[in-house]
Nanobody
Framework: QVQLVESGGGLVQAGDSLRLSCAAS????????MGWFRQAPGEEREFVAG????????YYADSVKGRFTISRDGAKNTVYLQMNSLKPEDTAVYYC????????????????WGQGTQVTVSS
């Protein structure tokens, strides 16, 4: 079992940066693929970024490539999402997710989810 708690959301202006954190509990955190998803009001939840547990390969949605960076710190059992050059269309609830499959792509099944953190970007 893995429990996930997100933090770092807030209200920012377009062009600003935010760093989201996801703290994970569980002794085998280092062996889980980790992903970030987001859901805007009235929209489906969408994949944002993911990072494999073994080779640290990363995956990004086209809409965030070049602006967002996912990383993980095994010593702190934490995964981060650095978000730069934020746009109003990035406004959403951001969720952290974990998968024991090891591969953090958009099609991976993620059975473990955090409660979400709100990101609001004003124009």
């Amino acid at each position: 079992q893995v429990q996930l708690v997100e933090s770092g959301g807030g209200l920012v202006q377009a062009g600003d940066s935010l760093r989201l954190s996801c703290a994970a509990s569980g002794r085998t955190f280092s062996r889980y693929a980790m992903g970030w998803f987001r859901q805007a009001p009235g929209e489906e939840r969408e994949f944002v970024a993911g990072i494999n547990w073994n080779d640290r390969s990363t995956y990004y949605a086209d809409s965030v490539k070049g602006r967002f960076t996912i990383s993980r710190d095994g010593a702190k059992n934490t995964v981060y999402l650095q978000m730069n050059s934020l746009k109003p269309e990035d406004t959403a609830v951001y969720y952290c997710a974990a998968s024991s499959t090891g591969v953090a792509g958009p099609g991976t099944f993620y059975p473990y989810w955090g409660q979400g953190t709100q990101v609001t970007v004003s124009s």
